[in-house]
């Protein structure tokens, strides 16, 4: 591997192996996401708790401080919407000069299995990875499987995640699912990391899944309205850090949750 494509690398995953990728992506599909609305303030209070930010180029250039010390995962896939006929039919939406000018450590884009889209998405995934390996940028899949793969199942999991890393893939994430994770992890021969999907109803819950996740390979989450769709953003951003850097267990991660959000920690 190359000095460019190791150094950004290691820029977001951290010296302990570990990761914490905070997306605030959502906009590209959905618009003025809840919680979204000002992406700037939203990130106020946690982005220096984060290993990298994971957004678009629109977000990052009207939303977000040139002077932060902050890796980005610059996300270059779209031009699809909720309102449309079919998600999964994305394009490619930014340049790799782009990705370039805006100084990003990373590329994402979503890789969509079982659906119509099926083809596009990956076609793209490789023309987005020739592309990129050029200029030692290591892409991200965000793998999704759709239609009767919907359900969040080991074996679908680990199709997406496998077929990813096998285009060129850098970089994995991937739901988690609570039986056979392990499988999704351990077909896949480039790190995963795990998506927190729509806001749980107990943050305990977001804490035993990314726990258990990580017990089972995963370096770490790309996790975003589990944390700050939540009434305390700080206080859940704090404590899942602690459990992908410090191996906090889910009850030590609730303890520190409660803490922060008391002001005592
Ligand atoms: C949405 C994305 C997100 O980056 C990914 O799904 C993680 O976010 P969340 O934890 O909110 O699911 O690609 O477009």
Redesign the pocket.
Known sequence: MEWGMKNRLSQLIQKDGKALFL?I??G???GPTHGLEKPGETIKPIWQYADAL?LTRGVLRNCIDPTIQKPVIL?VSGAVSVVGEDLANESIVTSVKEVIRLNAAAV?M?VFVGTKGENKSLTNLGKLVDECEDYGIPVMA?TSVGRELEKREARYLALVARISAEIGARVV?T?YCKDNFEKVVDGCPVPVVI????KTETQREVFDFVYDGMQKGAIG???????W?TEYPLASMRAIRAIVHESFTPKEAEDLFEQVKAGKA
């Open positions: 997306p992506d959502h590209y599909f959905q994971m996300r994402s979503s965000v994430k739901y998506a927190g999907g729509p989450v790309n996790l975003g309205r589990n944390i769709q």
